[in-house]
């Protein structure tokens, strides 16, 4: 499956907007007594603490990476990989929001999730960008442009890794059905909405910001 990832940026940013609208709406009108889960009582400080903290420690590593892998512009991949970790991670908010997950340590673990995918994605794209291999490959066509390449490189490269984590939380949902274990499910689909989206648009944030540099 070939995706125009150049032409995804904008659809992408859609949905972004559309299901986070969605998640304040939502959290509008079901956070009263009504759906106690709902309310952000049942978060802890210490959640929030554990998540700024793990997402400054992540930016930092990757920060540290750019700038030592590609020198000037590290800082420039570095606010692209923060840019789409942090739209990644409002995505994965307001999807446990509308599938009427509890918003707790499950939350957070998604959003963390996204996080990490993202940034991830980031450092797999910049290398495939910068790899040789990228270079004018003889049978792409002549209007292809490097980041294109690089960006269909990089799902090639990750889509059996999520192919992999969409089964194995399938499975984990059938499991739980089957012994009526009712809180996992609740995240089952945030999570494999999280892990397509979050690979999907970073790749076309990458596209979108190459794409305006050239």
Do not use: H
């Not at 002549?142 to 992999?164: C, G, H, I, M």
């Amino acid at each position: 499956m070939n995706l125009k990832f150049n032409k995804l940026f904008k659809p992408m940013l859609i949905i972004s907007a559309a299901v986070t609208l969605l998640g304040v709406l939502f959290l509008v009108l079901f956070s009263g007594g009504t759906f106690a889960s709902f309310t952000l009582q049942n978060l802890r400080f210490s959640l929030f603490v554990k998540v700024i903290v793990t997402a400054v420690l992540v930016f930092a590593a990757t920060l540290l990476y750019f700038l030592i892998r590609f020198k000037k512009k590290g800082f420039f991949l570095a606010l692209f990989g923060a840019l789409s970790a942090v739209v990644s991670a409002v995505v994965a908010f307001a999807l446990c929001v509308v599938c009427r997950a509890p918003l707790g340590e499950y939350t957070f673990a998604l959003m963390l999730l996204s996080v990490v995918l993202s940034y991830a994605v980031c450092v797999l794209f910049a290398n495939n960008l910068t790899a040789k291999k990228v270079s004018r490959k003889k049978t792409a066509e002549p209007s292809e442009d490097n980041y294109s390449v690089a960006a269909e490189l990089t799902w090639k490269s990750l889509r059996y890794f999520l192919a992999v984590i969409c089964v194995v939380l399938v499975a984990a949902l059938a499991a739980c059905v089957v012994f009526a274990v009712r809180v996992v499910p609740m995240y089952a689909l945030p999570a494999i909405i999280t892990a397509l989206f979050s690979v999907v648009q970073t790749i076309a944030v990458g596209c979108k910001l190459y794409a305006s540099k050239a």
